[in-house]
């Protein structure tokens, strides 16, 4: 059975940053296309990065520049360091896993990110 759990949300002051971790069981890791998505209050989902398994990355234009994503195809770990953070990042992130093979996707629970003074 697929697994994600987040980790390492927060409250932090705008400028702050934050690092968001992604454990994954229940899959062999290597075949998954990862992806970081939020969501605020109100507001659609939005997918923010992604990263596939030979470190290819994508991000939203909102955030280029001041997120990083990477994996650990070792620890089935997929990470977001968030830098720079501004109050228009709030929100809950996801952590998706999409499978190459067959399309199918599974969601974390998310972790809450809120930027405020």
């Known amino acids: 059975q697929v697994q994600l759990v987040e980790s390492g949300g927060g409250l932090v002051q705008p400028g702050g940053s934050l690092r968001l971790s992604c454990a994954a069981t229940?899959?062999?890791?290597?075949?998954?296309?990862m992806c970081w998505h939020r969501q605020a209050p109100g507001q659609q989902r939005e997918l923010v990065a992604t990263?596939?398994?030979?470190?290819?990355?994508n991000y939203a234009d909102s955030v280029k520049g001041r997120f990083t994503i990477s994996r650990d195809n070792a620890k089935n770990t997929v990470n977001l360091q968030m830098n720079s953070l501004k109050p228009e990042d709030t929100a809950v992130y996801l952590c998706n896993a999409r499978s190459i093979r067959t399309g199918w996707a599974y969601w974390g629970q998310g972790t809450q990110v809120t930027v405020s003074s």
């Open positions: 990263i596939t398994s030979d470190d290819n990355t």
């Open positions: 229940g899959m062999r890791f290597s075949n998954y296309l």
